[in-house]
């Protein structure tokens, strides 16, 4: 069965810069969801769309952004990149909001030098 | 802040033996998802749980949905060395709308 997709799964950049990170959900699934995840931590969650309007918020940084397009995908703009932004970010994706199963990608990680 | 406690926090077992894990909190859920993590990878789902009371398998795995939708507990039995891994509970409190908490994980290391 198709997954969810994230590119890339590696990303590496310096302080200062932007990134973009990209989120393919399963196909008819309508909400999408961004969980960022510290070494040895759990993942955290920082924002999520449904049917393309942002529905929730978490702990996000103003520095980023996110929106979800016309064909459900998902991306995360990341900007004035700090060291403690090094994280794995996951998408998940789910059908329907309330209660209702995410299932995640394999993510990316991201190091900033 | 971290509002599902899990435990235990990690685990060292034999090949075959029987493992268990609980997730609780003082918040009410209407979903605990089961998740089991590999180092670099996406959290897989192993188990949903929908309703209070509903105790379900998948393979060698059962969950349980507590009774006060306070807490859930994930068996594994007869564990083998690919059962290697974090494992996550993981669900929306009532008052989170979607948002999913998630438990600190527990590393399950298996001795062949």
């Known amino acids: 069965a198709a997954g969810v997709i994230q590119s890339p799964r590696h990303l590496i950049k310096e302080k200062r810069e932007t990134a973009t990170l990209k989120c393919y959900p399963i196909p008819r699934h309508d909400t999408v969801y961004w969980y960022q995840q510290g070494p040895g931590q759990d993942p955290q969650f920082l924002i999520s769309f449904y049917e393309k309007m942002q529905s929730d918020k978490g702990s996000i940084p103003d520095r980023f952004s996110a929106q979800q397009f016309s064909d459900y995908h998902s991306e995360l703009n990341m900007s004035s990149l700090e060291l403690g932004d090094s994280a794995l970010y996951f998408c998940?994706?789910?059908?329907?909001?309330?209660?209702?199963?995410?299932?995640f990608g394999p993510g990316t990680r991201l190091t900033v030098l | 802040g971290q509002q599902l406690n899990q435990s235990p926090q990690s685990m060292f077992i034999q090949e075959g033996e029987d493992v268990s894990m609980n997730c609780t909190s003082s918040s009410i859920f209407n979903t605990w998802l089961w998740y089991k993590q590999d180092p670099g990878e996406g959290p897989v789902l192993l188990i949903a749980l929908y309703k209070a009371g509903e105790l379900t398998s998948n393979g060698r795995l059962t969950a349980q949905f507590g009774i006060t939708r306070k807490d859930s507990f994930l068996n594994i039995s007869a564990s083998i060395p690919s059962d290697v891994g974090i494992y996550f509970c993981?669900?929306?409190?009532?008052?989170?709308?979607?948002?999913?908490?998630f438990g600190a994980g527990t590393i399950l290391r298996v001795k062949s």
């Open positions: 993981a669900g929306p409190p009532v008052e989170y709308g979607n948002k999913l908490v």
């Open positions: 998940a994706s789910s059908f329907g909001t309330w209660g209702d199963t995410q299932y």
